[in-house]
């Protein structure tokens, strides 16, 4: 069983940045792809970033692209993303995934149904 547990959620003006952090425990994620998805008030989850178990391979959406950076620290079990340059239209409940099927490349691992394991979330909200 792995749990993941998300922290660095918080307020920040527009133009701000905020570092998400997810924590893993029970199992080794050495091998799991890993992402990032989020999910404002009255709309469905949506994908955000993943990274390949090695660390090589990233893949995001289009709306965060150039803004936010997705990375993990080899050896731990532990991910982030470095949001930049926030705007309204992110402010988001941010959950953390983890997929058991590890990939060399991320490309088009989007999709809630190819992520196991789900973190409770961490609140961002960024003010205009």
């Known amino acids: 069983q792995v749990q993941l547990v998300e922290s660095g959620g918080g307020l920040v003006q527009a133009g701000g940045s905020l570092r998400l952090s997810c924590a893993a425990s029970?199992?080794?994620?050495?091998?799991?792809?890993m992402a990032w998805f989020r999910q404002a008030p009255g709309k469905e989850r949506e994908f955000v970033a993943a990274i390949s178990w090695s660390g090589s391979s990233t893949y995001y959406a289009d709306s965060v692209k150039g803004r936010f950076t997705i990375s993990r620290e080899k050896g731990k079990n532990t991910e982030y993303l470095q949001m930049n340059s926030l705007k309204p239209e992110d402010t988001a409940v941010y959950y953390c995934a983890a997929g058991v099927l590890s990939s060399m490349v991320v490309d088009g691992r989007s999709s809630r149904a190819q992520y196991d394991y789900w973190g409770q979330g961490t609140q961002v909200t960024v003010s205009s």
């Open positions: 029970g199992r080794t994620l050495r091998t799991y792809t």
